[in-house]
C-alpha cells in the first residue's frame, strides 16, 4: 500500500526480519515498554519466532520508518485462542509520527488480517501508562487493566475486530488485498 509516500510491507525474506529488528532496536527508547531488555526483546522476536506476520512502514527512499508485529492467541490458553489478535510491537520513528500515518497503519493491518484464513475476533495490546496514549489508544480500544510491573505501569486495550474496521471504514481506504 502506498500513501502519502509510505509503503507498508510484510517481512517476507531474511532482509526484511533484519530491518524489522534493526529498526525496532534502534528505537528500543520510543516503544517504552517497562520490562528489562531481554523481555522486551522476546516481545520484538515472538512474531518472527511463531510464524506469524511483521511489517514494516518505509518512507519514499524505501527506508524502514516504522515496524509492527502480532501474534495470534494468548500465553493464559497456550496460544489456541487464535482468534484473539496480540500486538506485540508497534512503532514510528519519531519525526513520521502523525494522526495520518497510524490510520494507513490500522487500514492496512485490518485489511491484511480479514483476507487471511483465520477468522479474528478481538484484538488486545499493552503500552505504556501515559495520559497521551490513552487518549489516541481510547479511539479504538477499551482500556481493560492497568498493571503495575517491576519497571512500571502498564495499560491492557482490547477492542473487537468488527469495532477496528468499523473505525478504519469511516476514512477514505483504498482496497489492498484481493477478496
Not at 529488528?21 to 515498554?33: D, G, K, Q
Not at 496460544?79 to 495520518?100: F, K, L, M, N, S
Amino acid at each position: 500500500m502506498e500513501q502519502m509516500n509510505y509503503s507498508f510491507s510484510v517481512c517476507s525474506s531474511e532482509l526484511d526480519y533484519d530491518a524489522y529488528l534493526a529498526f525496532l532496536l534502534e528505537n528500543y527508547a520510543h516503544i517504552r515498554l517497562p520490562y528489562p531488555f531481554p523481555v522486551t526483546l522476546s516481545f520484538l522476536a515472538s512474531p518472527l519466532l511463531m510464524g506469524e506476520a511483521a511489517f514494516l512502514i518505509c518512507n519514499e527512499d524505501n527506508q524502514v520508518i516504522g515496524a509492527f508485529s502480532y501474534i495470534r492467541g494468548t500465553g493464559e490458553h497456550q496460544y489456541e485462542d487464535r482468534h484473539i489478535v496480540q500486538i506485540q510491537v508497534a512503532c514510528i520513528a519519531e519525526e513520521h509520527r502523525c494522526t495520518r500515518l497510524f490510520l494507513y497503519a490500522l487500514q492496512y493491518f485490518t485489511q491484511y488480517l480479514a483476507h487471511g484464513e483465520e477468522q479474528v475476533q478481538e484484538f488486545r495490546f499493552f503500552a505504556p501508562s501515559d495520559d497521551s496514549l490513552r487518549r489516541l489508544f481510547s479511539k479504538i480500544s477499551s482500556l481493560t487493566a492497568s498493571l503495575e510491573t517491576d519497571s512500571g505501569p502498564l495499560d491492557e486495550y482490547r477492542a473487537s475486530f468488527s469495532e477496528w474496521q468499523s473505525y478504519a471504514s469511516q476514512f477514505r481506504q483504498t482496497a489492498l488485498f484481493n477478496s
